[in-house]
């Protein structure tokens, strides 16, 4: 069955470096996504992403974030200068065109120090 | 804008009796009606889904949630929970728009805790 992939698994970081978390989406799948869940709280959307361009992005997902679609394959969400409120599991999802369920990835769970 | 609620942020229950996990949502137009499940350190994996037609939908691992428009509600349940059920559980609403894309907009989450 296709799945979402995501890498790394755990990404650890220093306050202020770059971080990129990259995504592998269903192949057929056309809509993006990521999503973020600071320990203990509820996921919340960031951004989502068609065409090459955001569809939406919500008030979290700021100027230190970035999203690409560098190849016919991988999704990336780049976080410029990271804080450490930016530490959280990192989600990515896709779906497809007319479709009505987002597929989930494992997740990246970002630490900033 | 949409809501959701999930009214237990914790719910212990011993092993081998029934569970209702609570939601309610807010919504102004028709919406998508999901329960994801997230064990200990993994992702979110999909339980059941609302869609349309018939209210009682169920999923797997056993799980069944009941759709109720006029009380805007969701919630999940299973008659005879296992061990292995020990996890949070979310739910989420999405509606369709013109862009052809979905936000989906999470509860908090319920930590269900079932007891030996």
């Known amino acids: 069955e296709p799945e979402v992939t995501q890498t790394p698994s755990h990404q650890v970081t220093q306050m202020g470096q770059e971080v990129i978390l990259r995504c592998v989406p269903i192949?057929?799948?056309?809509?993006f996504y990521w999503y973020r869940q600071i320990l203990g709280q509820k996921v919340e959307f960031l951004v989502s992403?068609?065409?090459?361009?955001?569809?939406?992005k919500s008030e979290i997902f700021d100027d230190q974030f970035s999203v690409e679609r560098p190849d016919g394959s991988n999704f990336t969400l780049k976080i410029r200068s990271t804080k450490l409120e930016d530490s959280a599991m990192y989600f990515c999802?896709?779906?497809?065109?007319?479709?009505?369920?987002?597929?989930f990835g494992p997740g990246t769970r970002l630490t900033v120090l | 804008a949409q809501s959701v609620t999930q009214l237990d942020s914790q719910v212990p229950v011993f092993e081998e009796a029934p569970v209702e996990l609570r939601c309610n949502y807010s919504?102004?137009?028709?919406?998508?009606l999901f329960w994801y499940v997230q064990y200990p350190n993994q992702g979110l994996q999909l339980l059941l889904k609302?869609?349309?037609?018939?209210?009682l939908v169920k999923g797997i691992n056993g799980f069944e949630a009941e759709f109720n428009k006029s009380q805007t509600s969701f919630h999940l349940r299973k008659p005879s929970v296992h061990i292995s059920d020990t996890a949070e559980y979310f739910c989420?609403?999405?509606?369709?728009?013109?862009?052809?894309?979905?936000?989906?907009?999470f509860g908090i989450g319920t930590k269900l805790q079932v007891i030996p």
């Open positions: 999802a896709s779906s497809e065109v007319g479709g009505h369920e987002q597929f």
């Open positions: 192949s057929n799948h056309l809509y």
């Open positions: 992403f068609y065409n090459n361009e955001i569809s939406e």
């Open positions: 919504s102004s137009v028709s919406v998508y």
């Open positions: 609302y869609l349309s037609g018939s209210t």
């Open positions: 989420a609403v999405s509606y369709p728009n013109s862009g052809g894309y979905q936000k989906v907009t």
